[in-house]
């Protein structure tokens, strides 16, 4: 079991005004880590949207440097994104319309998800193109969401057969995407499981020979083994987004349970510390009066950010010059470019305190917030919370050597 590393504010003058720092160490230890959950299965680290928000170029490497064999994205561009980058690993991409760019695609060597249509799209440009397209065949076993229906499935697998005959089209995987794997107590996991086995059957008699077979996202992957999804009926690959950010995907649980290290740490600096009176109303609408004389501080993010509006009373921790660090609760709303805490007692705003240009860190690991709290307060997961951290936010590597940069 290794020990969460206890948070040091980046102080560095000059460091950013608001900045997502993003532990490329981490992100390490919770590949490897994952690397040993799953065995012998490839891992497939999925790094769409940016990855989750944490920036998907330096993720990725160090995902890749760490042991993962692949990496997944949702929309053809984003693999595009990572390949001009110079990363050359096997690339997923799964999410298409009717507009996706199939020729950069096979010319940038992304292997692609479909789920009907595009399977005829992608032969097509294929023949255009003069090259062979590799594609996972993603069923439909009950998330209700993309992927064929086992009804379409023979047909589906027919033409991908004929594809294949042509020189078009290479079968490399049959994937499914679970719907309650976060909720272990729910037997649909089971009954996706059973129908995936069957699409297999069906994938296997149309005389396809597949390589590769995926199911689990995070919660399937930390969950496997245990009753809800038997060890057997994982398949020989997973995509694994949460767990690679550091994160749980069961709200009962910490990150720790599951041996994971949180990646992102959100953090800007106190800039305006003052005295109020009794009775003081505070950002608009006026929904927070204070009781008593008292200092506010104030954080300067807003929903600009991406911090959510609605997550009026969450968290933040400070950690001034001259007095204790301590976690608060953001009072009033949350506004465009700022927020304000009540620090609870006049008389803070004394440069001895050092509360002006204090760091202040939203949500992170240690002893800071969670995201997960940060969920809570905003009545979403800690998915939404870190993936819509907007560009406004600097990202900041730390990498092995703990030097820092920035993006
Ligand atoms: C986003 C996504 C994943 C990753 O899910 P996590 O719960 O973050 O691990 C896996 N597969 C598909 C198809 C996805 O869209």
């Given amino acids: 079991m290794s020990a969460t590393p206890s948070f040091t504010p980046v102080l560095a003058p000059g460091a950013p005004e608001r900045m997502a720092v993003i532990d490329l160490n981490a992100v390490r230890h919770n590949v490897r880590h994952l690397k040993t959950e799953i065995g012998e299965r490839t891992l497939i680290a999925v790094v769409k949207a940016d990855a989750y928000g944490h920036g998907a170029i330096e993720v990725g490497r160090a995902a890749l440097e760490a042991g993962a064999d692949m990496l997944g994205v949702a929309h053809i561009r984003e693999g595009l994104s990572l390949r001009r980058a110079g990363i050359d690993a096997p690339l997923l991409a799964w999410m298409h319309t009717l507009n996706s760019d199939f020729s950069r695609a096979l010319t940038g060597n992304i292997e692609l998800g479909v789920s009907g249509w595009d399977l005829d799209a992608v032969a097509e440009t294929a023949q255009k193109v003069g090259t062979r397209a590799v594609v996972h065949i993603k069923v439909d076993t009950g998330l209700g969401r993309n992927g064929c229906t086992l009804a379409d499935l023979p047909a589906l697998l027919h033409r991908a057969r004929e594809y294949e005959e042509q020189n078009l089209v290479t079968v490399r995987g049959v994937f499914t995407h679970l719907a309650v794997a976060d909720e272990p107590a729910r037997t649909e996991t089971l009954t996706q499981l059973e129908a995936f086995n069957a699409a297999v059957n069906h994938v ?22 245990q009753e809800a999804i038997p060890e057997e009926l994982l398949g020989n690959a997973v995509r694994v987004g949460l767990g690679v950010y550091g994160l749980s995907p069961i709200s009962s649980h910490d990150p720790e349970d599951f041996e994971l290290q949180p990646v992102m740490t959100f953090q800007t600096f106190i800039n305006s510390v003052k005295e109020v009176p009794a009775g003081q109303g505070v ?125």
Avoid at 204 to 211: I, K
Avoid at 319 to 325: D, L, S
Avoid at 331 to 343: E, H, K, T
């Fill in 204 to 225: 296997r008699q149309a005389g396809l020979n597949p390589e590769l077979f995926h199911i689990a996202n995070t919660p399937g992957t930390l969950m496997h083994g």
């Fill in 283 to 407: 950002s608009y609408g006026l929904n927070y009066r204070t009781e008593t004389p008292t200092t506010l501080a104030l954080v300067p993010v807003g929903y600009a950010d991406g911090v959510p509006r609605v997550a009026s009373n969450a968290p933040v921790r400070i950690y001034p010059a001259g007095a204790q660090a301590q976690t608060y609760q953001v009072v009033g709303r949350i506004a465009m470019d700022q927020m304000v805490i009540d620090l609870g007692k006049p008389g803070l705003s004394d440069p001895e305190f050092g509360y002006l240009g204090a760091p202040v860190v939203l949500f992170g690991n240690g002893e800071n917030p969670s995201v997960t709290e940060w969920a809570e307060a905003a009545g979403t997961i800690n998915y939404e919370i870190v993936t819509r951290i907007s560009s406004r936010v600097d990202r900041v590597f730390i990498d092995e050597s703990t030097s820092t940069s920035e993006s």
